[in-house]
């Protein structure tokens, strides 16, 4: 385990949020393979361990325990919107392997890395698309050219969002992608009012973030 994952495992067993000690393992294994393949390839502007660790990955972790608050299935569907390098749902399905996760990202670099790496890690049940949302619930798949190469439904337990979009434009792309009773989950900084959401604050941070929930109904 390298120091960074240590320091990462500490801060999460003091909120009483750590996971299984090999999820760690994983998720170091993963942040050598962003690092390796964002010297070649830019998918990330993250350079160094302690930013993947302690900005990125940290992020996904401090969201495994709301989404298993809200999710009560034995293994749920998560769908990350708007992926880029992976982050949130490479975390999530580290910690929690019962979760069938989608990584999906609309740049073709971004999900070439995300298609290798499913491979690489061997999770059961974590998927790379090259797609974005069509607002209608489904996936449009798209070529290495951008071009639409088919759909797929998502029909999602909860889809998460993190620097997709303006919050009514990313919640607009999200929730459609739910299942009925499903969840959005969006990364903000700030709590929306009215909304049902959860403060949180990464290592070091003097101010709350939030993780903003929705819940499609019918």
Same mark, same amino acid.
């Given at each position: ?27 170091d ?25 302690r ?9 495994v ?6 999710? &009560? /299935? ?7 919107? =708007?992926?880029g +390098? !992976?982050? %949130?749902? #490479? *975390?999530v ?42 607002? &209608? /619930? ?7 050219? =951008?071009?639409? +190469? !088919?759909? %797929?439904? #998502? *029909?999602?337990?909860a ?13 607009a ?7 009925p ?18 403060p ?19």
């Amino acid at each position: 385990m390298t120091p960074e994952a240590a320091e990462a495992r500490a801060w999460l067993e003091s909120r009483g949020a750590a996971p299984a000690p090999e999820a760690f393992a994983i998720l170091d294994g993963y942040a050598r393979d962003v690092l390796e393949y964002g010297r070649r390839t830019n998918i990330t502007a993250a350079k160094d361990f302690g930013t993947v660790w302690r900005r990125h990955i940290l992020d996904g972790l401090s969201a495994v325990a709301p989404l298993k608050r809200r999710l &009560t /299935g034995p293994a749920p569907r998560i769908v990350d919107l =708007g992926c880029g +390098a !992976g982050f %949130i749902g #490479a *975390a999530v399905k580290a910690a929690w392997p019962e979760a069938e996760v989608w990584l999906v990202d609309t740049v073709y670099r971004k999900a070439a890395f995300l298609t290798l790496e499913t491979v690489r890690l061997g999770l059961a049940g974590l998927k790379a698309f090259h797609a974005r949302a069509d607002g &209608t /619930g489904a996936l449009e798949l798209l070529r290495q050219d =951008g071009a639409a +190469a !088919g759909r %797929i439904e #998502a *029909a999602a337990d909860a889809v998460v969002a993190r620097a997709l979009a303006p919050f009514d434009e990313a919640l607009a792309l999200a929730r459609p992608l739910a299942r009925p009773g499903g969840w959005t989950m969006l990364f903000s900084s700030a709590a929306p009012p009215g909304r049902d959401s959860e403060p949180y604050r990464l290592p070091g941070e003097a101010q709350d973030r939030f993780l903003v929930f929705t819940r499609r109904d019918g």
